[in-house]
C-alpha cells in the first residue's frame, strides 16, 4: 500500500516549502502548508488505520517496500515501512496530536518575524516526518534513521530562540545527552544482526521466538539492555534524563508536541517494538523496570518544589516515562503504550494550557508571579482542570485506566515494591499537578505588582515577543486563548476525558496483541484484586489533590513552614538533586580536562604536531647541509659527473 | 702491419683523458670547450673503428649524427662563451660561480 508511504511524505513536502520559500511566504501561507500537511498526512493515516482494523486480527498488517536501501553481503536493508496495530496506534497519536499542535502553534508563534515563522513551521513538519518514519520502519535502520531525526529536529526546535544563551545551550545538551543513548542504541542494533542476521523487526521476532527465555545474563540481555539504553536517552530515564527539563528553553507548543507526546515516547515505542526480544530476558526487564519507577518517583520528587510552570510539567512528563517504563518492565507492554497514548492527550493539553498562560501573562512562566487566573481565563482554566484530573488519575479521565493497568499490572506480576513506589508517585503526581493548577489559576493575583517592574530583567521570556517590553496595563486585560489555541485546547481536553475509554475490557491490548507477537503477559483478571487496587489508586489521587488543595490554596503558610523545617530536603529537591551538578564535575569537567590538557594540548599539539613539525625539521636541517654541494662552480659538476660514470662503469666492468 | 682494434681503442682512450683532463685542468672556457671537441672525437673514433671492425655501417651513421650535435654545441658553446666575457671580462670559469646555494 503506497499510500503509507504518504504519511511521513506529506509533512516533507511541507517541511521543504517552508525551508526553502519561507522567507517568501507570508504567516497565512507558511502556517497553512505546515498545518495542512500534518492534517492530510493525518487523514491518510485514518484512512490506513480503517483499512487495517477491516482486516482479519491475525492478518493486521500492510507493509510497503519502497526500495532496496543498503545491500552488501549479508546485510540487505530495504526502505520499507510497515503498518501493524502498533504502528496504527503511534501514527494516530503522532498526525493527530501533531495536527492540533500545529493549529495551536499558528496562533502561539504569530508574533514572530514571517521568516522565523516559516524556520519554525518548517522544523515542526521535519519532525512529524521523522517521527513518521521512526515508526513506520519496518527494520531497526529505518527505525534509527527517524530516531536520529527527531534528535536533530529536537536541537532545531529546543534551541529555536538561538539568540538566547539558555536556549541554546539547552539545544545542545539535548542533542549530546541523546547521542550517549544512540551509541548504546546503535551497539544493540549491531549485536540484534550478529546475532540474528536481519535488522526486520518480524524476523528478529521470528528467530528469537525459536529461542527460550535467558536465565543469566547473555547475549540476549546484553542486546536487550543497549537498546534500552537507547531508550534511556530518547525516552528521558536515569541517568539520561538530564536534557528534557532543560528542553523547555524551547517555544511551548514544541514541548507539547516533542517532549511530551512524541518524541520522548520513542524509547517507549522501541521497546513495544521489540516486545519477543525483551520478554527474552528477563535480566533487562526488570532492569527497565526498576529504573522506570526509580525514575517516575525521582522526577515526581523534583516536580514538587520546581517554580517554573514548564519544568513542573517536564518533570512530571519523565515521571510519566517512567510509569511507561514500568509497565513495560513488568511485560505489560499494552498497558505502557496505552499510558503513552492517554499522556499524549493530557500532557499535550496541560503544555498547550500552561502556554496559553505563557501567552497571555507576555512570557512569564514562573508559577509564584501566577494566580487568580481563573476568571480571566476561563477556557485555558477549565481545560488544565481537565488535564490537572486526567494525569492525576481520578477516575472516568483518562490517565486513570492507563495508570491503574500500569499499576494493576505492576501488583500482579509480584512486583510489590514497585507497585507501591508506582502508587506513591502517583500521589506525588496529584500533589504537583494541583500545586500548579492552585497557584496558577486560584487564590489573588500575583502578577499585578510583578508585572511592571521586576519582571523584565530577569526574564526576557520570549525574545520573539518584542512587542511587550513593559505592558504596564492593567491586569483585567488578560487574553484568554485565542480561537486556534482554544480549539486545540477543547480537543484535547475532550481526548483527555474518552481517550481511556477505548481501554475498556482489555479491547486496545487485544487489538495490540499481533504487535507484541505472544510476548504480551496475559493474566486472568481477578476481579476483587482489580477492584481493591482501583480504589486504593483513586483514593491515593483523590488524597494528592486534597493535601494540595491544603498545602497551596487553603494553609500557603503550612506549605511554607514545612518547605522551612526541611529546608534541607527542600534545597536538595529545588537543585533537582544536585544530579546537573554532579554530572558537571563526575563527566562533564573530567572530559573537558583531559580533551583539553590531555587531547589538545597534549596529544594533538605535542604528538601530532610535534610529527608533523619534526619531519619538517628533519628535512629543512638535512637539506641546510645538502645545498652546500651546489657550488656554482660547473667543473666540480663535470668531476663529479664524469667519477660518477667512472665508478658506475666500474661496478658493473668488475662485479 | 695494419693497426688493429685495439690500437684504436688504445688511441680513443688516449685522445679521451687528455680532453677530460683539459676539461678539469685548464682556466680558459675556449679551452675547455676546445677539449670536450677532443673528447667527443674520441667517441667517434671509437665508434667508426667498431664499426669498422664489425663490418657495419652503423657507426659512422652515428659519428654523422655526433657531429651535427657537436657543431651545434659549439655554436651555443662560443656563443655563451661570448656573452659571459661580455659581462664579466673574464674567461675563467672560476669566475662564474654565483649560481650556487
Not at chain 2, 61 to 83: K, R
Amino acid at each position: 500500500m503506497v499510500a503509507l508511504a504518504l504519511i511521513p511524505l506529506l509533512p516533507l513536502l511541507g517541511f521543504l516549502v517552508n525551508a526553502l520559500f519561507g522567507r517568501r511566504l507570508s504567516k497565512a501561507v507558511s502556517g497553512a502548508v505546515a498545518c495542512a500537511a500534518i492534517a492530510t498526512s493525518f487523514l491518510i493515516a485514518l484512512a490506513a488505520v480503517w483499512r487495517l482494523v477491516g482486516l482479519e486480527p491475525d492478518a493486521r498488517e500492510l507493509s510497503v517496500r519502497l526500495y532496496s536501501w543498503i545491500a552488501s553481503g549479508d546485510l540487505s536493508v530495504g526502505f520499507s515501512l510497515r503498518l501493524d496495530p502498533l504502528a496504527a496506534v503511534m501514527i494516530l497519536v503522532i498526525t493527530g496530536i501533531g495536527t492540533l499542535i500545529h493549529v495551536y502553534s499558528t496562533a502561539y508563534m504569530h508574533e514572530e518575524r514571517d521568516s522565523e515563522y516559516a524556520r519554525y513551521f518548517s522544523y515542526l513538519n521535519l519532525f512529524a516526518a521523522f517521527m513518521l518514519v521512526l515508526v513506520l520502519g519496518s527494520n531497526f535502520v529505518v527505525m534509527f534513521l527517524g530516531w536520529e531525526g527527531v534528535g536533530l529536529c529536537s536541537y532545531l526546535l529546543v534551541g529555536f530562540w538561538y539568540q538566547k544563551k539558555s536556549a541554546s545551550d539547552a539545544g545542545k545538551k539535548a542533542f549530546i545527552v541523546n547521542r550517549v543513548g544512540d551509541f548504546g542504541f546503535i551497539l544493540g542494533v549491531f549485536l540484534v544482526f550478529r546475532q540474528f542476521g536481519t535488522l526486520d523487526f518480524q524476523e528478529v521476532a521470528h528467530a528469537a521466538a525459536r529461542l527460550g527465555p535467558e536465565a543469566a545474563f547473555g547475549t540476549i540481555s546484553l542486546m536487550t539492555l543497549l537498546l534500552f539504553v537507547g531508550a534511556t536517552g530518547k525516552s528521558a530515564q536515569i541517568p539520561l534524563y538530564v536534557w528534557l527539563p532543560d528542553a523547555m528553553e524551547g517555544p511551548t507548543p514544541v514541548s507539547a508536541l516533542i517532549h511530551a507526546a512524541t518524541m520522548v515516547t520513542a524509547g517507549v515505542y522501541m521497546i513495544g517494538r521489540n516486545a519477543v526480544l525483551f520478554s527474552l530476558a528477563p535480566n533487562t526487564l526488570t532492569i527497565v523496570a526498576i529504573i522506570g519507577t526509580a525514575t517516575a518517583f525521582f522526577a515526581g520528587t523534583i516536580g514538587l518544589v520546581q517554580n517554573d510552570i514548564k519544568r513542573v510539567l517536564a518533570y512530571s512528563t519523565v515521571s510519566q516515562l517512567g510509569y511507561m517504563f514500568l509497565a513495560m518492565g513488568v511485560g505489560a507492554y499494552a498497558s505502557g503504550i496505552f499510558h503513552l497514548y492517554t499522556h499524549a492527550f493530557f500532557k499535550a493539553l496541560l503544555f498547550l494550557g500552561s502556554g496559553a498562560v505563557i501567552h497571555a501573562l507576555h512570557g512569564e512562566q514562573d508559577l509564584r508571579r501566577m494566580g487568580g487566573l481563573r476568571k480571566d481565563l476561563p477556557i485555558t482554566y477549565w481545560t488544565f482542570l481537565i488535564g490537572a484530573i486526567a494525569i492525576a488519575g481520578v477516575p472516568g479521565f483518562a490517565g486513570f485506566f492507563s495508570k491503574d493497568e500500569i499499576l494493576y499490572n505492576a501488583f500482579i506480576n509480584g512486583h510489590t515494591l514497585l507497585w507501591a513506589v508506582g502508587l506513591l508517585t502517583s500521589l506525588l503526581t496529584a500533589v504537583y499537578m494541583f500545586r500548579v493548577v492552585f497557584l496558577t489559576f486560584h487564590g489573588e493575583r500575583r502578577v499585578a505588582q510583578a508585572h511592571a517592574s521586576t519582571r523584565a530583567p530577569e526574564h526576557p521570556g520570549h525574545p520573539g515577543h518584542p512587542g511587550h517590553p513593559g505592558h504596564p496595563e492593567h491586569p483585567e486585560h488578560l487574553h484568554d486563548a485565542p480561537p486556534a489555541m482554544a480549539v486545540a485546547l477543547i480537543v484535547l481536553a475532550a481526548g483527555s476525558i474518552v481517550a481511556g475509554y477505548a481501554g475498556l475490557g482489555g479491547r486496545f491490548a487485544h487489538f495490540l496483541e499481533p504487535s507484541f507477537g505472544g510476548a504480551l503477559v496475559e493474566h486472568a483478571s481477578e476481579g476483587s484484586t482489580e477492584l481493591t487496587l482501583m480504589v486504593v489508586s483513586s483514593a491515593v489521587a483523590f488524597a494528592g489533590i486534597a493535601l494540595a488543595f491544603f498545602f497551596f490554596l487553603k494553609r500557603r503558610d503550612a506549605a511554607r513552614a514545612i518547605a522551612a523545617s526541611f529546608s534541607g530536603v527542600h534545597r536538595v529537591l529545588d537543585h533537582k538533586y544536585y544530579v546537573d551538578e554532579i554530572y558537571d564535575t563526575a563527566i562533564v569537567q573530567p572530559v573537558r580536562i583531559i580533551s583539553e590538557d590531555g587531547l589538545w594540548k597534549g596529544l594533538d599539539v605535542r604528538v601530532v604536531d610535534g610529527a608533523v613539525n619534526g619531519v619538517g625539521e628533519i628535512v629543512s636541517a638535512s637539506a641546510r647541509g645538502l645545498r652546500r654541494l651546489q657550488t656554482g662552480s660547473v667543473r666540480t659538476y663535470a668531476a663529479s659527473l664524469f667519477f660518477g660514470v667512472v665508478v658506475v662503469l666500474g661496478y658493473f666492468i668488475w662485479r | 702491419m695494419t693497426p688493429t682494434l685495439s690500437d684504436y681503442l688504445m688511441l680513443s682512450g688516449v685522445l679521451f683523458a687528455i680532453g677530460a683532463a683539459g676539461v678539469f685542468m685548464r682556466r680558459n672556457l675556449i679551452t675547455i670547450l676546445l677539449s670536450i671537441e677532443i673528447m667527443l672525437n674520441a667517441v667517434n673514433l671509437t665508434f667508426v673503428a667498431f664499426g669498422r671492425a664489425l663490418g657495419s655501417a652503423d657507426g659512422q651513421i652515428i659519428v654523422f649524427f655526433v657531429m651535427t650535435v657537436a657543431a651545434a654545441e659549439a655554436a651555443v658553446g662560443l656563443a655563451i662563451v661570448i656573452a659571459l666575457y661580455r659581462h664579466r671580462e673574464s674567461l675563467n670559469p672560476d669566475s662564474f660561480t654565483v649560481l650556487k646555494w
